[in-house]
C-alpha cells in the first residue's frame, strides 16, 4: 500500500517520492496527471532513484488532444522495458490503435460522475472491447460516487476482476476531488471489499499530510478489510 505523489505533493513528483521513502512506504503511483507535469517526469526519469519501491506506477495526464497524445506515446516508448504499469482514463484516449502497443501495461480506470465514459460496467465494456489486453484500475472511491449503494462496484469487479492490476482509494466528493475517508465511505468500501483479490497494489489519492499517511493507511486497511486492523485503530 501507497500513495500517488501528486495526493501527497501536489504536482511536485520529487517531493512526493521523498516523503514515501522517509516512511518506508514501497507502493508509489507517479503522477503526471495534469499535461504541463509530463515532460518533466519524463525528462527526468531515468535520474530518479526508485530503488526503495517494490511497486511503481505512473499516472498518466487524464486530458490530452491527439498532439499531446502522440507525445505521450512517443514517450513511453523509451521507458518500455521498465514495465511500469501506466494508468490511463478512457476519456483521454484519442486514438486507440497508438495504446494497443502497450498492451497489458495499460490500466484504465474507471471513471467519476463528471465523464461521459468509463463510469459503469457496460461503459467500461466499449473501452475494453477496443484495449482487450489492457489491465484495469479499480478506482473504488470513483465507484462509490457514481453509485453510493456500491451495486455498480460490485458488478465492475465481478465483471473485470481478472483484469484488476491496481486500486485507487480514497473518498470522492460531490466536486469530483479526492478526500481522506470518511466513516460512511469505509462503510461503503467494506461491503465489496471481499471481491477484491488479495496482494494486489494500492495506491491511496487522498490529499493528507506526512504526519497523517500512515493513519489514512490504516483506515484503507479497515475499509478493504486487511489484516486485524480495529475499527478504533483505524480512526487514531
Known sequence: MGFSTGAIAYSDFRRGLQLL???????VEISALRMAEWAPLIQALDG?????????????????NTAQETFV???????GARKFALILHPDSIQDFGRWREFGALVCIENMDKRK?????ERELAAIFRELPDAGFCF?????????PTMTEAYFILKCYRE??????VSEVNSRSKHDSLSYGTIQSFRDVAHMIPAGLPIVLETP??????QAEM???????????VSELAAYS
Do not use: C
Not at 521513502?21 to 507502493?27: A, K
Not at 506515446?73 to 521507458?79: A, G, V, Y
Not at 483484469?163 to 485507487?168: A, E, S
Open 21 to 27: 521513502r522517509e516512511q518506508n512506504i514501497e507502493v
Open 48 to 64: 530518479l532513484d526508485l530503488s526503495a519501491f517494490g511497486y511503481v506506477s505512473i499516472h498518466l495526464p487524464s486530458a490530452m
Open 73 to 79: 506515446t512517443q514517450s513511453l516508448m523509451q521507458i
Open 116 to 120: 461521459l465514459i468509463g463510469r459503469t
Open 139 to 147: 478506482d473504488i472511491g470513483h465507484a462509490a460516487q457514481v453509485d
Open 163 to 168: 483484469k484488476l492490476t491496481q486500486i485507487h
Open 208 to 213: 493528507v499530510s506526512p504526519e497523517r499517511m
Open 218 to 228: 490504516n483506515k484503507a486497511r479497515f475499509a478493504l478489510r486487511l489484516g486485524a
